[in-house]
């Protein structure tokens, strides 16, 4: 990590501004992840997006079985700059790679569904381990591979005759809720020191217009090598 290069971007920007990326990195997480299976409506996905930016969840894997993933910059307004998103489409078992790759991280996969009703909201443990919230479609929900490869399941509590809520909705109660409990839990929920250098540089070369005039001029015409 090159911490003079990030001071010299930062001094391009305000001061204002650099505290407002110093003060919201502070209050990032990696300990709730996000997990989107084949969404196909993109407003949907384009509003849990900004869903996790408002309640600092940092990470979403988008799995892409059948549908590709689109974005709609009408709903998320920019807040998906700001998230580390993650595809998976490569394979001819996306959503198992996934969920691999997230256990080999530490997280504990966690499908919302209201199907299964081993935790409702209100009830869930979410000092066990770290989490990954697993969405699906609007249609059919999430597919046999993810319910079959789940380690638990979330519903929410519902006292109507609706049995379940749009995927933008249902994500947007889950993350209130989990998120307002996770920093009252004694456990280490905050990005490292490097995750948030890491992360403000990032931010700031996407705040700059044309980024690589700023790199070219800092680091001459070196190559950047990557980590």
């Not at 799995?63 to 910059?73: A, D, G, V």
């Not at 009408?74 to 996306?94: A, H, R």
């Not at 443990?125 to 989490?131: F, P, R, Y």
Request: proline letters at 2%; one cysteine or more; glycine letters at 4%.
């Amino acid at each position: 990590m090159d911490l003079s290069f990030i001071e010299y971007l930062s001094g391009f920007i305000s001061e204002r501004r650099l505290t407002l990326f110093k003060e919201i990195l502070s209050m990032r997480t990696r300990y709730i992840s996000v997990v989107l299976e084949d969404i196909y409506k993109s407003h949907n996905a384009s509003a849990v997006l900004r869903t996790c930016d408002a309640f600092g969840v940092q990470d979403v894997h988008i799995i892409e079985n059948r549908n590709q993933f689109e974005l709609s910059t009408n709903v998320t307004i920019g807040s998906d700059k700001w998230l580390s998103i993650n595809k998976y489409n490569e394979s001819e078992q996306n959503t198992i790679e996934t969920f691999n790759r997230l256990r080999e991280q530490g997280y504990r996969i966690v499908a919302t569904t209201p199907h299964f009703r081993s935790s409702n909201l209100q009830e869930f443990d979410l000092g066990e381990a770290k989490v990954a919230l697993v969405f699906g479609s609007e249609l059919k929900g999430l597919s046999e591979e993810a319910l079959n490869n789940a380690d638990e399941f979330l519903y929410i509590p519902m006292v109507g005759f609706s049995e379940s809520l749009n995927i933008s909705v249902s994500a947007a109660v889950i993350l209130n809720n989990l998120s307002c409990k996770l920093r009252q839990l004694g456990v280490n929920w905050e990005l490292t020191e490097e995750e948030q250098l890491e992360l403000l540089e990032s931010w700031l070369l996407k705040t700059l217009k044309q980024p690589e005039l700023y790199i070219r001029k800092y680091f001459g015409d070196t190559p950047i090598e990557s980590e």
